[in-house]
Protein backbone atom coordinates (compact mmCIF):
# COMPACT_ATOMS: atom_id res chain seq x y z
CA UNK A 1 0.00 0.00 0.00
CA UNK A 2 0.96 3.42 -0.65
CA UNK A 3 1.32 5.67 1.98
CA UNK A 4 0.82 8.49 -0.57
CA UNK A 5 -2.72 6.61 -0.74
CA UNK A 6 -4.40 9.62 1.52
CA UNK A 7 -3.54 12.19 -1.09
CA UNK A 8 -6.66 11.86 -3.43
CA UNK A 9 -9.07 11.67 -0.44
CA UNK A 10 -7.36 14.71 0.70
CA UNK A 11 -7.62 16.39 -2.49
CA UNK A 12 -11.38 15.55 -3.07
CA UNK A 13 -12.45 17.18 0.41
CA UNK A 14 -10.38 20.17 -0.28
CA UNK A 15 -12.13 20.71 -4.08
CA UNK A 16 -15.62 20.10 -1.90
CA UNK A 17 -14.27 22.38 0.88
CA UNK A 18 -13.17 24.94 -2.05
CA UNK A 19 -16.53 24.63 -4.13
CA UNK A 20 -18.59 25.02 -1.04
CA UNK A 21 -16.91 28.17 -0.19
CA UNK A 22 -17.17 29.01 -3.99
CA UNK A 23 -21.07 28.44 -4.56
CA UNK A 24 -22.80 31.02 -2.67
CA UNK A 25 -20.55 33.77 -4.30
CA UNK A 26 -21.07 31.14 -8.17
CA UNK A 27 -25.28 32.22 -6.65
CA UNK A 28 -24.87 35.54 -7.09
CA UNK A 29 -22.11 36.12 -9.91
CA UNK A 30 -23.81 37.24 -13.38
CA UNK A 31 -23.14 34.89 -16.29
CA UNK A 32 -23.35 37.57 -18.51
CA UNK A 33 -21.73 41.12 -18.35
CA UNK A 34 -23.02 43.40 -20.50
CA UNK A 35 -21.50 47.38 -21.08
CA UNK A 36 -24.12 49.89 -21.58
CA UNK A 37 -22.53 53.24 -22.95
CA UNK A 38 -24.75 56.48 -23.24
CA UNK A 39 -23.21 60.42 -24.07
CA UNK A 40 -25.20 62.37 -21.88
CA UNK A 41 -25.27 62.09 -17.91
CA UNK A 42 -26.90 59.97 -15.58
CA UNK A 43 -29.31 62.51 -14.21
CA UNK A 44 -31.37 62.87 -17.66
CA UNK A 45 -34.29 61.19 -18.93
CA UNK A 46 -32.34 59.02 -21.36
CA UNK A 47 -30.07 57.96 -18.80
CA UNK A 48 -32.62 57.23 -16.18
CA UNK A 49 -33.86 55.18 -18.97
CA UNK A 50 -30.61 53.37 -19.21
CA UNK A 51 -30.74 52.64 -15.59
CA UNK A 52 -34.43 51.03 -15.66
CA UNK A 53 -33.98 48.92 -18.62
CA UNK A 54 -30.13 47.52 -16.67
CA UNK A 55 -32.06 47.12 -13.22
CA UNK A 56 -35.11 45.00 -14.89
CA UNK A 57 -32.69 43.33 -16.64
CA UNK A 58 -30.99 41.99 -14.19
CA UNK A 59 -34.49 41.59 -11.98
CA UNK A 60 -35.89 39.98 -14.79
CA UNK A 61 -33.42 36.80 -15.04
CA UNK A 62 -32.50 36.55 -12.17
CA UNK A 63 -29.61 37.92 -11.82
CA UNK A 64 -28.33 36.13 -14.54
CA UNK A 65 -27.49 39.22 -16.46
CA UNK A 66 -25.39 42.35 -14.85
CA UNK A 67 -24.98 45.68 -16.76
CA UNK A 68 -22.24 48.04 -15.94
CA UNK A 69 -23.70 51.77 -17.59
CA UNK A 70 -21.25 54.00 -18.77
CA UNK A 71 -22.82 57.17 -18.85
CA UNK A 72 -21.86 60.80 -19.27
CA UNK A 73 -19.35 59.59 -22.54
CA UNK A 74 -17.04 57.81 -20.59
CA UNK A 75 -17.20 55.24 -23.02
CA UNK A 76 -18.47 56.33 -26.10
CA UNK A 77 -19.37 59.81 -27.17
CA UNK A 78 -22.36 61.12 -29.13
CA UNK A 79 -20.34 60.97 -32.24
CA UNK A 80 -18.64 57.54 -32.21
CA UNK A 81 -21.65 55.92 -30.33
CA UNK A 82 -23.04 53.55 -33.27
CA UNK A 83 -19.46 52.79 -34.42
CA UNK A 84 -18.32 51.91 -30.88
CA UNK A 85 -20.74 49.03 -30.74
CA UNK A 86 -19.80 47.74 -34.28
CA UNK A 87 -16.15 47.93 -32.81
CA UNK A 88 -17.06 45.95 -29.81
CA UNK A 89 -16.12 49.05 -27.09
CA UNK A 90 -19.15 48.62 -25.74
CA UNK A 91 -21.98 45.81 -25.65
CA UNK A 92 -24.56 48.17 -26.00
CA UNK A 93 -24.51 51.93 -27.19
CA UNK A 94 -27.86 54.66 -26.83
CA UNK A 95 -27.34 57.38 -29.24
CA UNK A 96 -29.74 59.81 -31.28
CA UNK A 97 -30.32 58.76 -35.02
CA UNK A 98 -31.55 62.42 -34.89
CA UNK A 99 -27.76 63.69 -35.24
CA UNK A 100 -26.45 61.50 -38.09
CA UNK A 101 -29.75 61.41 -40.49
CA UNK A 102 -27.45 60.57 -43.17
CA UNK A 103 -26.94 57.66 -41.16
CA UNK A 104 -30.28 57.02 -40.27
CA UNK A 105 -32.84 58.36 -43.53
CA UNK A 106 -35.44 56.59 -42.36
CA UNK A 107 -35.41 57.15 -38.69
CA UNK A 108 -34.86 60.79 -39.56
CA UNK A 109 -38.75 61.24 -41.19
CA UNK A 110 -39.98 60.82 -37.49
CA UNK A 111 -38.27 64.04 -36.63
CA UNK A 112 -40.69 65.72 -39.27
CA UNK A 113 -42.54 69.03 -38.59
CA UNK A 114 -45.69 65.99 -38.28
CA UNK A 115 -47.62 67.51 -35.00
CA UNK A 116 -47.25 65.08 -32.31
CA UNK A 117 -49.05 65.87 -29.22
CA UNK A 118 -45.98 64.13 -26.58
CA UNK A 119 -42.98 62.35 -26.22
CA UNK A 120 -44.90 59.13 -25.46
CA UNK A 121 -47.05 59.02 -29.09
CA UNK A 122 -43.58 59.67 -30.96
CA UNK A 123 -41.84 56.89 -29.22
CA UNK A 124 -44.52 54.39 -29.45
CA UNK A 125 -44.69 55.37 -33.14
CA UNK A 126 -41.13 55.25 -33.50
CA UNK A 127 -40.79 52.00 -32.20
CA UNK A 128 -43.74 50.68 -33.83
CA UNK A 129 -42.77 51.69 -37.79
CA UNK A 130 -38.97 49.88 -36.63
CA UNK A 131 -40.64 47.29 -35.97
CA UNK A 132 -43.02 46.87 -39.38
CA UNK A 133 -40.32 48.25 -42.05
CA UNK A 134 -36.92 47.36 -40.15
CA UNK A 135 -35.07 49.53 -41.56
CA UNK A 136 -31.92 49.29 -42.97
CA UNK A 137 -29.92 51.53 -41.45
CA UNK A 138 -30.10 49.40 -38.41
CA UNK A 139 -29.25 45.91 -40.14
CA UNK A 140 -25.67 45.78 -38.56
CA UNK A 141 -27.62 45.90 -34.79
CA UNK A 142 -29.94 44.78 -32.96
CA UNK A 143 -32.59 47.37 -31.06
CA UNK A 144 -33.39 47.16 -27.92
CA UNK A 145 -34.73 50.11 -27.16
CA UNK A 146 -36.13 53.54 -29.14
CA UNK A 147 -37.81 56.42 -27.60
CA UNK A 148 -37.69 60.34 -28.31
CA UNK A 149 -38.16 63.65 -26.69
CA UNK A 150 -41.10 65.35 -26.45
CA UNK A 151 -41.50 68.06 -29.79
CA UNK A 152 -38.70 70.43 -29.17
CA UNK A 153 -39.32 74.17 -28.56
CA UNK A 154 -36.98 77.01 -29.28
CA UNK A 155 -35.50 78.24 -25.86
CA UNK A 156 -33.18 81.13 -26.84
CA UNK A 157 -31.15 84.09 -24.52
CA UNK A 158 -33.57 87.07 -25.89
CA UNK A 159 -36.94 86.60 -26.98
CA UNK A 160 -38.34 85.32 -30.16
CA UNK A 161 -41.94 86.63 -30.49
CA UNK A 162 -41.90 86.46 -35.07
CA UNK A 163 -39.98 85.47 -38.09
CA UNK A 164 -38.13 88.82 -37.72
CA UNK A 165 -36.54 87.81 -34.28
CA UNK A 166 -35.46 84.66 -35.50
CA UNK A 167 -33.87 85.92 -38.77
CA UNK A 168 -30.40 84.99 -38.96
CA UNK A 169 -30.23 83.71 -35.11
CA UNK A 170 -27.81 81.43 -34.42
CA UNK A 171 -29.57 78.40 -32.82
CA UNK A 172 -28.23 74.76 -32.02
CA UNK A 173 -30.40 71.71 -32.90
CA UNK A 174 -29.90 67.97 -33.27
CA UNK A 175 -29.10 67.13 -37.19
CA UNK A 176 -32.67 66.73 -38.03
CA UNK A 177 -33.92 69.59 -36.34
CA UNK A 178 -31.45 72.07 -38.89
CA UNK A 179 -33.93 72.30 -42.03
CA UNK A 180 -36.36 73.41 -39.52
CA UNK A 181 -34.68 76.08 -38.12
CA UNK A 182 -33.21 76.93 -41.56
CA UNK A 183 -37.12 77.30 -42.70
CA UNK A 184 -37.59 79.47 -40.06
CA UNK A 185 -35.02 82.05 -41.34
CA UNK A 186 -32.35 81.02 -38.49
CA UNK A 187 -28.84 80.55 -38.55
CA UNK A 188 -28.82 76.68 -37.41
CA UNK A 189 -25.86 74.89 -36.05
CA UNK A 190 -26.33 71.14 -35.55
CA UNK A 191 -24.25 70.02 -32.22
CA UNK A 192 -24.85 67.30 -29.61
CA UNK A 193 -26.66 68.00 -26.26
CA UNK A 194 -23.45 67.85 -24.23
CA UNK A 195 -21.75 70.14 -26.15
CA UNK A 196 -24.53 73.21 -26.06
CA UNK A 197 -23.92 74.46 -22.00
CA UNK A 198 -20.39 75.72 -23.13
CA UNK A 199 -21.65 76.85 -26.54
CA UNK A 200 -24.26 79.19 -25.17
CA UNK A 201 -21.87 80.25 -22.44
CA UNK A 202 -19.08 81.40 -25.24
CA UNK A 203 -21.93 82.86 -27.09
CA UNK A 204 -21.38 80.10 -30.40
CA UNK A 205 -25.49 80.16 -30.07
CA UNK A 206 -27.76 82.31 -29.07
CA UNK A 207 -30.06 79.29 -27.90
CA UNK A 208 -30.90 75.54 -28.86
CA UNK A 209 -34.42 74.15 -29.61
CA UNK A 210 -35.40 70.70 -28.26
CA UNK A 211 -36.84 69.25 -25.35
CA UNK A 212 -37.65 71.79 -22.65
CA UNK A 213 -36.16 69.45 -19.29
CA UNK A 214 -32.90 70.77 -20.32
CA UNK A 215 -33.16 74.29 -19.12
CA UNK A 216 -32.57 72.05 -15.70
CA UNK A 217 -31.18 68.80 -16.82
CA UNK A 218 -28.36 71.05 -18.39
CA UNK A 219 -28.75 74.40 -16.56
CA UNK A 220 -29.50 76.01 -19.27
CA UNK A 221 -31.96 78.29 -17.81
CA UNK A 222 -29.54 80.22 -16.79
CA UNK A 223 -28.42 82.17 -19.97
CA UNK A 224 -31.78 81.05 -21.79
CA UNK A 225 -34.54 82.64 -20.30
CA UNK A 226 -37.35 82.64 -23.08
CA UNK A 227 -39.02 79.98 -24.74
CA UNK A 228 -41.23 80.05 -27.30
CA UNK A 229 -44.36 78.44 -27.07
CA UNK A 230 -44.39 76.42 -30.85
CA UNK A 231 -43.69 73.09 -30.23
CA UNK A 232 -41.49 71.35 -33.25
CA UNK A 233 -39.99 68.08 -33.87
CA UNK A 234 -39.04 64.99 -31.74
CA UNK A 235 -35.39 63.93 -31.48
CA UNK A 236 -34.51 60.02 -31.80
CA UNK A 237 -32.95 57.59 -29.23
CA UNK A 238 -32.17 54.20 -30.34
CA UNK A 239 -30.29 51.97 -28.23
CA UNK A 240 -28.41 48.72 -29.78
CA UNK A 241 -26.54 46.09 -29.63
CA UNK A 242 -24.06 44.75 -32.36
CA UNK A 243 -25.85 41.72 -33.62
CA UNK A 244 -23.30 38.87 -33.51
CA UNK A 245 -23.30 39.84 -29.83
CA UNK A 246 -27.14 39.92 -29.46
CA UNK A 247 -26.96 36.32 -31.33
CA UNK A 248 -24.67 34.93 -29.14
CA UNK A 249 -26.88 35.55 -26.17
CA UNK A 250 -28.90 32.78 -25.06
CA UNK A 251 -32.66 32.38 -25.80
CA UNK A 252 -34.05 32.96 -22.17
CA UNK A 253 -32.61 36.63 -22.09
CA UNK A 254 -32.90 37.17 -25.76
CA UNK A 255 -37.03 37.06 -24.43
CA UNK A 256 -36.97 39.15 -21.75
CA UNK A 257 -34.45 41.92 -23.73
CA UNK A 258 -37.09 42.31 -26.34
CA UNK A 259 -39.91 42.31 -23.91
CA UNK A 260 -38.39 45.38 -22.22
CA UNK A 261 -37.79 46.54 -26.01
CA UNK A 262 -41.70 46.79 -26.67
CA UNK A 263 -42.17 47.97 -23.34
CA UNK A 264 -39.06 51.50 -22.88
CA UNK A 265 -41.25 53.23 -25.60
CA UNK A 266 -44.12 54.03 -23.43
CA UNK A 267 -42.10 53.97 -19.77
CA UNK A 268 -39.69 56.54 -21.11
CA UNK A 269 -42.18 58.60 -22.66
CA UNK A 270 -44.46 58.68 -19.77
CA UNK A 271 -41.41 60.06 -17.51
CA UNK A 272 -40.12 62.81 -20.18
CA UNK A 273 -43.80 63.98 -20.47
CA UNK A 274 -45.39 63.16 -17.29
CA UNK A 275 -42.95 64.19 -14.53
CA UNK A 276 -39.29 65.47 -16.06
CA UNK A 277 -40.52 68.31 -17.99
CA UNK A 278 -42.78 70.00 -16.05
CA UNK A 279 -40.53 70.11 -13.39
CA UNK A 280 -37.67 71.64 -15.47
CA UNK A 281 -39.88 74.04 -16.64
CA UNK A 282 -41.52 74.77 -12.84
CA UNK A 283 -38.05 75.10 -11.59
CA UNK A 284 -36.52 77.45 -14.52
CA UNK A 285 -39.50 79.83 -13.74
CA UNK A 286 -39.23 79.68 -10.09
CA UNK A 287 -35.40 80.18 -10.29
CA UNK A 288 -34.56 82.08 -13.25
CA UNK A 289 -37.99 83.47 -13.96
CA UNK A 290 -37.99 81.82 -17.38
CA UNK A 291 -40.59 83.28 -19.68
CA UNK A 292 -43.14 81.77 -22.13
CA UNK A 293 -43.68 83.06 -25.44
CA UNK A 294 -46.67 82.60 -26.99
CA UNK A 295 -47.42 83.55 -30.60
CA UNK A 296 -49.85 85.40 -31.98
CA UNK A 297 -52.21 83.09 -34.05
CA UNK A 298 -51.31 85.29 -37.18
CA UNK A 299 -47.72 84.35 -36.98
CA UNK A 300 -48.46 80.73 -36.13
CA UNK A 301 -50.16 80.31 -39.04
CA UNK A 302 -46.89 81.68 -40.46
CA UNK A 303 -44.44 79.68 -39.34
CA UNK A 304 -46.62 76.60 -40.34
CA UNK A 305 -46.64 77.43 -43.79
CA UNK A 306 -42.50 77.69 -43.78
CA UNK A 307 -42.58 74.22 -42.39
CA UNK A 308 -45.69 72.74 -44.29
CA UNK A 309 -43.35 71.62 -47.50
CA UNK A 310 -40.76 69.65 -45.64
CA UNK A 311 -42.83 66.23 -45.74
CA UNK A 312 -43.14 66.00 -49.11
CA UNK A 313 -39.17 67.52 -49.53
CA UNK A 314 -38.42 64.21 -47.28
CA UNK A 315 -40.62 62.16 -49.27
CA UNK A 316 -39.07 63.10 -52.75
CA UNK A 317 -35.39 62.70 -51.20
CA UNK A 318 -35.44 59.69 -49.73
CA UNK A 319 -37.50 58.25 -52.49
CA UNK A 320 -34.62 58.92 -54.39
CA UNK A 321 -32.79 56.91 -52.26
CA UNK A 322 -35.08 54.09 -53.05
CA UNK A 323 -36.15 54.31 -49.56
CA UNK A 324 -40.31 53.32 -49.00
CA UNK A 325 -40.80 57.21 -47.39
CA UNK A 326 -44.42 57.41 -48.81
CA UNK A 327 -45.73 54.51 -47.11
CA UNK A 328 -43.53 55.48 -44.10
CA UNK A 329 -44.96 58.62 -43.63
CA UNK A 330 -48.48 57.36 -44.42
CA UNK A 331 -48.43 54.69 -41.37
CA UNK A 332 -46.49 56.99 -39.06
CA UNK A 333 -49.63 59.76 -39.63
CA UNK A 334 -51.86 56.65 -39.13
CA UNK A 335 -49.80 55.38 -35.97
CA UNK A 336 -49.60 58.83 -34.60
CA UNK A 337 -53.39 59.66 -34.64
CA UNK A 338 -54.13 55.95 -33.20
CA UNK A 339 -51.80 56.10 -30.28
CA UNK A 340 -53.02 60.11 -29.58
CA UNK A 341 -56.19 58.59 -28.78
CA UNK A 342 -54.86 55.87 -26.26
N1 LIG B 1 -30.60 64.56 -28.40
C1 LIG B 1 -31.13 65.79 -28.00
C2 LIG B 1 -32.12 65.86 -27.16
C3 LIG B 1 -31.91 65.76 -25.81
C4 LIG B 1 -32.88 66.24 -25.03
N2 LIG B 1 -32.59 65.93 -23.76
C5 LIG B 1 -31.44 65.24 -23.71
C6 LIG B 1 -30.78 64.69 -22.66
C7 LIG B 1 -29.62 64.00 -22.88
C8 LIG B 1 -29.12 63.86 -24.15
C9 LIG B 1 -29.77 64.38 -25.21
C10 LIG B 1 -30.95 65.09 -25.00
C11 LIG B 1 -30.78 66.97 -28.68
O1 LIG B 1 -29.64 66.97 -28.96
O2 LIG B 1 -31.57 67.86 -28.93
Redesign the pocket.
Known amino acids: MSRFKWIPSVLVSLAAGLFACASPIAAYAAEINLSYAF???AR????KQMAYWAEQLTKRTGGKVSVKTFPGGTLLGARDMYDGVTNGVADIGLG?P??DPGRFPLTSGVSLPVGFPNATVASRTLWQLTQEFHPKEYAKFKVIAMFT?EP?YIMSRTPVRNLADLKGMKLR??GT?VPVLKALGAAPIGM???E?PQAVQTGVING????R??LK??NLAESLKYVTDYPTVV?T?AAVMDRKRWEKLPPDVQKVIEELASEMPTWTGHYHDNENVGAALKWAKKEHNLQIISLTADERAKWDAKLKPMAAQWVSEMTAKGLPAERFLTRLRELRDQFSKE
Open positions: FAPTFPGSSYTGAAGPMPVTMTSEVDFVF
